[in-house]
Structure formats: C-alpha cells, structure tokens
C-alpha cells in the first residue's frame, strides 16, 4: 500500500446525505486515497444528537456536538447540516482555520455565496459544491470548468427531486399532492422543511448557483422569479394532458439581448411550473431525477440527467469534491475560483417572453369567443390554438350555460399576458380564470 500522507477530514451532519458520505468515506478509504494521493481520516461527525439513529452503521466514537472544535486542525471540512446559521458560522470558520470546504447548501450559497468565496479567497482556501444542484448530476463542473471558453446561452431544466417526484406521482397514477409529499420526505429527497421544495425556494437557490456560473454575474436569490407547485391540483395535470402537455417545475436561465432599460445584454432567471410537450425529453424524467439543457453558442445543446436527490446519490457528487480538495491540498496553487466579472443584469419576469395557455371559464353565450378574442388582440396577445368544451348546457336555452375555453398563445410578453388576463377577468364574459401557465421546452 502506498504511504500517502494523511488529510484530516470533518464532517458537520449525518443526515440523508451526511451519513452516506461518512458510509462511504469508511468503507472505501483505500481506493479514495489512490484517486487523491491522501489518506482521508474522517476525524469526527458534528451533529446535533449523538445518540440519532442514522442510515448508516457508524462508530459511535466518531460523533460530537462540538463542531467548531472538530473544525480547527481539519483540512477538508464537509459541510452537510443544510440551512443558514450555525452552517454559515461553520463554514467561514472552517476557511479561516485553512480547511477547504465541500458543502451541497444551496440555501447558503445563494444567500451567502458572495461572503464565503470572499472568505476563501482571502485566505486561498477553495469551496467546492458539486451537490448543491441537481443532486448527483455533474453540473457545477461542466459549467465552471468544461464550459469556461464557450458562451452559454441557456440553461433550462428540472432541479428539484422532490417536486418533480409529486408532479410525476400525480400524473402517472393520481395520487395525492399530500402524501406523495410525505413519501419524498421519508426517501430523504426533501429539505428539512419541505416548503423549500414545494414553493420553488430550493428550485430558485440552484438556478441562482447555475446562472451564476453560467453567466459569470452573482445572481442575488432576489433576482430569481419564484412560482412553487402548490397551485397545481389534478384538475390542471388532467387538462395539460388533455392538451398533450405534463406539468413540470422548470428553472430557466436564459441570456437576452438588448433590453428595455438600454443594457447591451442581460438575464432572466425564473423557476415557475410550466407545460411541456409530453414528446419533449424533460416530459420522461420520472421520480426524484433531474435534467439539465445547457445551450452554449460554441458547444450548441447539452443534457444532463441523473438522480436530483437523494442521501447515496448526492454523497456522490460530494465524494467527488472531497478527492477534488484532497487533491488541491496535495498539489498546492489556487483552485477553481468563481468567476463573476460579465456582471449582467437580471430582468424582472414581466419583460419575458414566452408561450401561455390559459384556461377560462365563460358564458357560453353568442359573441364572447369575440369578446376575448378582441382583448387578446388588444392586449398583444396573439392566439394559437383555441378549444371550447361546454361545461353546463342550459336546457331552456339556445346557447347558455357555461363553457371552458383552453387558449394557446403565441409568444406573448410576460407583461402584457398578465395585464390582458386581468381585463378577461374583469370583462363580465370570464366567470373565473382557471389557470394561465407558461408553456416552455422549444
Ligand atoms: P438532513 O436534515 O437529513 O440532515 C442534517 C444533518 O445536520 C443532521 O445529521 C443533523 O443532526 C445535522 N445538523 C443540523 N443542524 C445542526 C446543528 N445546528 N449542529 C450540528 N448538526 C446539525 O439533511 P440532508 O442530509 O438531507 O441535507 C444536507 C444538505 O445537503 C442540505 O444542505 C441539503 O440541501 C443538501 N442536499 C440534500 C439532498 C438530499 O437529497 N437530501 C440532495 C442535495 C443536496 P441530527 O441528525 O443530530 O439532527
Ligand atoms: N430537496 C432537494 C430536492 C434535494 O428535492 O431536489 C436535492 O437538492
């Protein structure tokens, strides 16, 4: 066996992804030092509760609460507690105390990317973060490092396990938002507080990460349009799949030309659940899986697949880091750096342009096909496609009653879809406007 010197590595959590990584780390400590030319020690495991049962078998001895003394003295120190504070505090004193870090916190790094790479810089220590999107995806890399001489123009996919696990659930055999919710969580596909997943956050802090890279700009969380799924019910997947469409949550970074506002280029990055053609490769990722397109101008169209979530899967992506650092440590020089100098600009969701379909209820009575047609004229909205289905005949009536008029437009502005969709409402021939969805995918 060859004499590698030893790298000390602490880990903060053994939760879903923690304890694989710990797992893993033990069983298979050989081959990982002949990958990183060093011994990895797993010094010790910082949690809240020694005594939790965990998904793996681990020496007890190895457990602490005292993070921050586990830290001094580590040289990689992999962070996996998940959530803002105490991992922000553990995370720059980790880089202060000369450790590289790996964590796979979203939540942190598009919050408080910019204070952690500046830390790191400062001291020359190297953050890496493979599995804070898209779960054991390759992604962070391809952007960062592979995709470094090209322009990328667009990144669209699924980035969320768990939302994308509900949406799939409830389309392929009808099940209940609520309990699909709950069998994600006890996969360990959701974040500890589930609301994450459901309305977008998670989704937006990872298009945050990749438009960040992507568009060499730190792109600050607010900048990112976030629509969750929680107003999806089985009503608008019937009728998506009516129209040959499924209902995924989509995160969109797009590069734009010229803008309103005079910029010379600028970005969009929005997370919303959008519909996309049932023959479109996005509509075939099942379960807790992710997808990525990359769209570069030099490298033209690129995907990425794989499991989004997921305790053994993402100890992956971590592990990947970990020999990553190992490797730095050994070699000595900088590391990948964050690159932000293009420094573009985001625009606000109104200035999108995109498809819609909406849905309306209206009287079904001569002249409001007209009617909406008129506003939709008037409002720059150009109509595609239109279905009507009478919802409630009325006998007594030569029209009557109510219909349901499914309308796909043309590409629209954002802002004039949703101004026109507010004169629908207020028009007196709308009873209710059922749903208006972006549609996305070509
Ligand atoms: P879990 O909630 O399953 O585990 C969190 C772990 O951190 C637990 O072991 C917990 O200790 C420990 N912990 C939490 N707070 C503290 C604290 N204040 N002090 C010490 N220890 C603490 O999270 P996951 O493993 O699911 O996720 C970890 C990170 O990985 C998160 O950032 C998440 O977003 C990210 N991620 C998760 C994926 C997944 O599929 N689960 C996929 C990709 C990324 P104790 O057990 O004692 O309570
Ligand atoms: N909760 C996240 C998801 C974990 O469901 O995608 C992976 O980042």
Redesign the pocket.
């Known amino acids: 066996m060859t004499d590698y010197r030893t790298l000390r590595v602490a880990l903060l959590g053994a939760g879903a992804v923690g304890s694989q990584v710990a797992d893993l780390l033990l069983k298979h400590g050989d081959e990982l030092a002949d990958r990183a030319g060093a011994t990895l020690e797993l010094a010790g495991i910082a949690v809240r509760d020694v005594d939790a049962k965990r998904d793996a078998d681990l020496p007890r001895e190895l457990f602490t609460t005292d993070a921050e003394t586990l830290i001094v003295g580590s040289d990689i120190v992999i962070e996996l507690m998940g959530g803002i504070e105490p991992a922000r505090t553990q995370v720059l004193h980790a880089i202060a105390s000369g450790a590289d870090v790996v964590t ?1 916190n ?1 939540a942190l790094l598009a919050t408080h990317g910019s204070e952690v790479f500046e830390a790191a810089d400062q001291v020359g220590a190297e953050v890496y973060y493979e ?5 054991a995806i390759p992604i962070i890399r391809p952007l960062r490092d592979s995709l470094a001489g090209d322009r990328v123009v667009r990144i669209m996919g699924i ?5 994308n ?1 509900i949406l799939d659930r409830m389309d392929t055999e009808g099940a209940d938002f609520a309990d699909v919710l709950a069998q ?1 969580q006890a996969l360990g ?3 500890a507080d589930p609301t ?2 459901v309305e977008g956050y ?2 937006a802090q ?1 298009a945050a990460i990749l438009a960040s890279l992507a568009f060499h700009t730190t792109v600050p969380l607010d900048a990112v349009h976030r629509e969750g799924i929680t107003s999806v019910d089985a009503a608008m997947i019937e009728s998506a799949r009516h129209a040959g469409y499924v209902i995924k949550l989509l995160a969109v970074c797009e590069r734009l030309a010229a803008t309103e506002e005079g910029a010379t280029e600028a970005i969009s990055v929005r997370v919303y659940p959008a519909l996309v053609e049932r023959t479109h490769p996005l509509a075939s990722v099942h379960g ?1 899986n ?1 997808a990525v397109f990359v769209q570069a101008e030099a490298a033209g169209d690129l995907m990425f697949y794989g499991a ?2 997921g305790g053994v899967q ?1 100890a992956s992506a971590v592990l990947g880091d970990v020999v990553s650092a190992a490797r730095r440590h050994i070699a000595g020089g900088v590391g990948v750096g964050e690159s932000t100098r293009a420094n573009l600009p985001a625009v606000p969701i109104g200035h999108v342009i995109t498809r819609y379909q909406i849905t309306l209820e209206v009287d079904d009575q001569p002249g409001v096909l007209a009617t909406v047609a008129g506003i939709l004229s008037e409002g720059r909205v150009s109509i595609a496609t239109v279905e009507q289905t009478v919802i409630e005949a009325d006998e007594n009536s030569r029209s009557g009653g109510s219909a349901r008029l499914v309308i796909g437009t043309h590409k629209a502005r954002e802002q004039d879809l949703s101004e026109t969709v507010e004169r629908l409402a207020a028009s007196g021939v709308v009873e209710r406007v059922v749903s208006v969805l972006r549609v996305e995918g070509n």
């Open positions: 796979a979203k599995a804070a999107a898209a779960g980035v969320n396990g768990t939302t696990y994600a596909y959701a974040e994450a997943d998670d989704a990872k807790a992710n989004g979530a993402t």
